[in-house]
């Protein structure tokens, strides 16, 4: 049995039939992402193809296939399925998590300080979902207004995260207050605050998301949260 870890954005309390198939009214079920035959058209150049802007050519997609964030992928073999999981018949078999297609290391396999690490925090011989406080590097700074589903600027925020993330209380509700202030938002507490601002997906997962049809009301994407999901297989 092995150790698999797979960090990124997730949705969680999915239903289910009695075969873990995922039914639940959110997920188009037919997504070519959730096809685990792995359909030709699932390739990285094709998904890339997808994500281009009016005027753009091929030339363009070879030059963002060459580019830093395609770079080290074989856009031919890498294959956009793998960038989706579900681990069905486990105790998290309710989650879905995605990454970036191109971050292959958000993902590790028989990781032996993986192993130490769940041994150090009590979670020996257990599947289980962490949920992060925050967004994953090099994402770490991006947050949206669940409202609007807008990123909201860092400048005016970061404080406010930095003191929530170290449980400064004495300083929390001050720069909640100044934040909200600062956006427009009126007199907002510290609590509230916490309900509007949560971490943005990646445009990375949001573009695959739309790629795939993987959910059937294409605002879902904005209800997943940073996560790592720890399983045996």
Do not use: C
Not at 44 to 66: C, H, M, P, W, Y
Not at 88 to 116: A, C, F, H, K, Q
Not at 165 to 187: I, R
């Amino acid at each position: 049995m092995g150790l698999i870890k797979a960090m990124g954005y997730g949705l969680r309390g999915l239903e289910l039939n009695k075969s873990s198939e995922i039914v639940d009214s959110r997920i188009n079920t037919e997504s070519l992402l959730l096809d685990y035959d792995r359909e030709d058209d699932a390739t990285v150049r094709n998904f890339v193809r997808s994500t281009l802007k009016q005027g753009q050519s091929e030339s363009d997609l070879d030059a963002i296939l060459k580019g830093w964030h395609w770079g080290h992928v074989d856009p031919e073999s890498t294959d956009p399925f793998e960038a989706v999981q579900h681990f069905p018949e486990s105790p998290v078999e309710d989650t879905l998590i995605l990454r970036p297609v191109g971050e292959e290391g958000w993902t590790r396999r028989n990781s032996l300080m993986d192993v130490y690490i769940d041994q150090a925090n009590g979670h020996e011989g257990e599947d289980h979902v962490s949920l992060l406080r925050g967004g994953i590097y090099p994402y770490e700074n991006r947050f949206m207004d669940t409202e609007t589903f807008t990123q909201v600027n860092w400048d005016i925020i970061g404080e406010w995260i930095r003191s929530v993330n170290n449980d400064d209380s004495s300083f929390t509700e001050m720069f909640a207050q100044e934040a909200a202030k600062e956006l427009g938002w009126g007199n907002l507490t510290n609590e509230d605050l916490k309900k509007r601002i949560v971490p943005m997906p990646p445009p990375e997962i949001i573009q695959l998301a739309e790629f795939g049809k993987l959910f059937t009301n294409p605002e879902t994407v904005y209800e997943l949260r940073p996560m790592i999901v720890t399983v045996r297989r």
